[in-house]
């Protein structure tokens, strides 16, 4: 059981959220799409990305919510016309993960079969949580995602960072390379650790 309150949770999301959306930014990106299913957590992360996004790239964004296994196709649409110059996909939350993966996977497959444009962001969760490798059994997903720039967040427990990584995806593997990264305030580290890992902060 993480060592968190669920108020905790969304707090702590608020404050990645406003990191993501920052890097988001530094990457150029002045059009963004952010998708996150239908749940609190999900919400908290995708509204703190937008907002910090906005405040940092003077840009256009819009929040797009995914209906768990039920509007992914009608989704992947309304991004093709949106025509962002990157697709964030913020999968986790409270929903059960295999749940999330599903309907993760469904909705890249709906995004290749649409051609929906731009580079696509993976949010740490769903990474890590083995969806870009699930999605990667498809062939269809395999061939969109090979042609596209890919980036995923990842945290430093221990370093105290959140790192930007681009994805390369070689014999149906993917590799990180890590291109940016980003010092967390000590209040952010305890909550990331505490959430994440079931521990305390381990730096000062």
Not at 22 to 48: D, E, F, H, Q, R
Not at 81 to 106: M, R, T, W
Not at 107 to 115: I, T, V
Request: charged content about 25%; overall charge negative; proline content about 2%.
């Amino acid at each position: 059981m993480p060592l968190t309150t669920f108020e905790e949770e969304i707090y702590l999301r608020a404050l990645t959220g406003r990191l993501v959306g920052i890097a988001v930014a530094k990457l150029g990106v002045n059009k963004l799409a952010v998708v996150a299913p239908k749940n609190i957590i999900c919400s908290s992360i995708a509204t703190a990305t937008e907002a910090a996004f906005l405040d940092h790239s003077g840009g256009v964004t819009y929040h797009f919510m995914v209906e768990l296994s039920g509007n992914e196709d009608e989704i992947a649409k309304r991004l093709k016309e949106f025509n962002a110059q990157a697709v964030l996909l913020q999968f986790g939350g409270e929903d059960p993960i295999e749940k999330v993966k599903e309907s993760f996977v469904k909705l890249l497959k709906a995004m290749a079969k649409e051609g929906v444009p731009g580079a696509i962001v993976f949010h740490v969760r769903i990474f890590a949580a083995g969806g870009v490798a699930e999605a990667l059994k498809d062939s269809d997903i395999a061939n969109y995602l090979e042609s596209k720039d890919l980036f995923v967040y990842t945290v430093g427990f221990d370093e105290g960072k959140v790192y930007v990584n681009k994805v390369k995806i070689e014999d149906g593997q993917t590799k990180l390379e890590k291109i940016a990264e980003y010092h967390v305030t000590l209040e952010h580290a305890d909550l990331l650790n505490r959430s994440l890992k079931d521990r305390k902060v381990t730096f000062q």
